[in-house]
């Protein structure tokens, strides 16, 4: 017994002994791991701009970089979100300096990626001092380059910063701060932690929200309160003048229920707060850039004094609020990538782009921003120029998603033989059917409404990306209306056939068909460009100066041998006009002879005969009454 005892003292202490030793190895690990994790945390980067000199195109910027005594890489970003190509503006990039230790630093740019920018950091350094000059003039025509005036700045912060290699874009913490011109204003979805005069300093985010959050500045500046029960909503206005800034207060009723539609629509939500950022120049470049707390949106100056402008401005807000949803918080996986140096794959972008296109344009009319009829007339041009666009009997719609990043700065001449970024219209014909399809098959119980609650969740919450498949989305419509999905997109995603997919529009109760009577939504884009759009008659484009944008194949003005880039001098021995042209389409119907063109190309000149005698010819639908009015059921409002 006394043995055993011992025995069993024994055993204690030697259990003690093991599980002492066990909690110091753990405790010896746990720290080994803290300080590596310490030694391998993303940094936290000091970023200072300074729009002081705005008015000449120009913003400075210096940085603050820890890093550690060797090789170093900095990356500008090459892929910026929502533009589905690689269009960093490094070539506006000037004056990139680097230091470490109050020396200068030498640096070298990757032979291969012309993106990257490679240093050694010496022994006795803690961090790179970099400093750069960003040019604020556009680079192309759907980047986001920031542009500035002399009252105004629009400022993405991808354009003006440096990041280390080694952490995603979520791990790496960005401290921005930004010095405006004296007496501007400024709008942004980013906190401030505090404002000094005009030195803002925002509170630390990560380098995706960075990015993610512009900031529009400027002289004559308003707020536009949207109101909300719970989170806020507001138009931030920055224009290049006094007057053209007015909001009136209809029109902001207009879009307090396009918000209130989009809650209806979507059920949920993934912001803090929204902001649409508008600007309004002339001399800026025009487009619209989603963000997911807020839309950098940028159009003429007196956008807002116009009525058939403020319908444009309506679409292009209504467009980017969707893909605060559509885009930023569920998005492609192959565009959901960890920095801005991987290439992004838009396979997708018919979901992305097509899909936003479509419920962007639907909202509208729900809120009272456009009427049923402007609606209409904005279907009938899309499916119109879409079912001449010769380019789809060789070119598939889902390689106009893939080949995205080449297509988008394509130019305008052949754009109906090449095609272009067609997945955003044509995606509106698609997505259209489907809400019919799933309308018809359920008896009119559900629609695609119920797939935006459910793909979108129903639960609102913090900003986050939840990326998807094809076969997410195919699983999701099936939820909603047992259907071979699948075979549905296929073969519309896949079809050469020479005409557009207008399933949508006749099971909706329409037709589209072609008459003398102007399309009002045609009318008012060639009174704004000056432009003359002959598409539908003769098959041509013209701008403000007789330039001849595009010529549509295998119609009469191609058949006679015009080409774009050609210039258009006289019609019948007349000097050439808008009203010229039109008058003399009119008269073709009668005419006893066929059209004559004097077209400049190069130093040379011909006379071209069209063998046409249509008259004019502007897309509408019309009302199919052995079938039920879907349209009217899905521009109906929610709230």
Request: some cysteine.
């Amino acid at each position: 017994m006394g043995r055993s005892a011992r025995l069993r003292r024994t055993g204690k202490s030697t259990s003690q002994h093991h599980t002492a030793q066990l909690l110091a190895l753990f405790v010896f690990v746990f720290l080994a791991r803290l300080s590596s994790q310490a030694q391998n945390a993303a940094p936290t980067v000091t970023l200072r701009v300074d729009a002081g000199e705005a008015s000449r195109r120009i913003l400075h910027a210096h940085l603050q970089i820890p890093a550690s005594p060797g090789s170093l890489t900095l990356f500008y970003p090459k892929w910026i979100p929502g533009e589905h190509g690689p269009t960093g503006p490094i070539t506006n990039v000037v004056g990139l300096k680097l230091s470490a230790a109050g020396k200068p630093l030498s640096w070298t740019r990757d032979p291969v990626d012309m993106y990257a920018f490679h240093c050694e950091v010496p022994q006795d350094a803690r961090a790179v001092e970099a400093s750069l000059d960003f040019l604020a003039t556009p680079s192309g025509p759907f980047t986001s380059g920031g542009s500035t005036t002399e009252n105004l700045a629009d400022i993405n912060w991808n354009t003006v910063l440096l990041y280390p290699q080694g952490w995603t874009t979520n791990e790496l913490i960005y401290r921005a701060t930004l010095h405006l011109p004296s007496g501007w204003k400024f709008g942004t979805a980013l906190d401030v932690a505090r404002q000094d005069g005009q030195d803002i300093q925002f509170r630390p985010v990560s380098l995706t929200t960075l990015v993610d959050s512009p900031v529009i500045a400027g002289a004559f500046f308003q707020k536009v309160d949207l109101g909300s029960k719970e989170t806020p909503h507001e138009i931030d206005v920055v224009c290049d003048s006094a007057a053209g800034i007015d909001f009136p207060a209809d029109l902001v009723d207009k879009y307090k229920r396009l918000v209130a539609e989009a809650l209806a629509l979507f059920g949920a939500h993934h912001y803090r707060r929204y902001h649409f950022l508008l600007t309004l120049s002339d001399y800026v470049a025009s487009f619209g850039l989603e963000h997911h707390e807020s839309s950098d949106d940028r159009v003429g100056e007196r956008a807002l004094l116009e009525p058939a402008s403020r319908r444009n401005v309506a679409g292009l807000l209504a467009h980017e609020f969707v893909h605060s949803w559509n885009g930023k918080y569920r998005r492609p996986a192959g565009l959901a990538t960890a920095d801005y140096q991987q290439p992004m794959k838009g396979e997708l972008l018919w979901v992305y782009e097509g899909l936003t296109q479509y419920l962007g344009s639907v909202l509208p009319p729900r809120s009272g921003l456009w009427t049923p009829e402007e609606f209409r007339e904005s279907l009938a041009l899309t499916a119109a120029y879409l079912d001449k666009r010769p380019g789809r009997t060789w070119r598939p719609l889902a390689d106009t998603a893939v080949a995205a990043q080449l297509l988008y700065e394509a130019p305008s001449q052949w754009a109906a033989w090449r095609r272009g970024v067609d997945f955003y219209d044509e995606s509106v014909l698609i997505w259209l059917e489907a809400d019919t399809v799933i309308r018809q098959q359920s008896h009119g119980e559900r629609s695609l409404n119920d797939f935006c609650r459910r793909f979108y969740d129903s639960q609102s919450g913090l900003p986050k990306v939840v990326p998807y498949t094809f076969e997410d989305v195919m699983s999701v419509l099936n939820e909603v209306s047992a259907y071979d999905w699948r075979a549905f997109f296929k073969a519309r995603l896949n079809s050469t056939a020479p005409a557009a997919p207008l399933g949508g529009i006749e099971a909706s109760g329409w037709h589209l068909v072609y008459s003398d009577k102007p399309n009002e939504l045609i009318k008012a884009r060639e009174q704004s460009s000056k432009s003359t759009d002959l598409r539908f008659s003769v098959g041509l484009q013209v701008g403000s100066d007789g330039t001849i944008v595009d010529v549509i194949p295998g119609m009469a003005a191609a058949q006679a041998g015009i080409a774009p880039g050609m210039k258009l001098i006289a019609v019948n021995n007349r000097r050439w006009s808008s009203t010229v042209m039109q008058d003399a389409l009119k008269a073709s119907k009668s005419g006893p002879a066929p059209l004559e063109l004097l077209v400049e190309d190069q130093e040379f000149y011909k006379t071209y005969r069209l063998n046409y005698r249509g008259g004019e010819k502007h897309p509408h639908l019309e009302r199919d009454a052995t079938r039920p009015d879907l349209l009217e059921q899905i521009l109906k409002p929610l709230t």
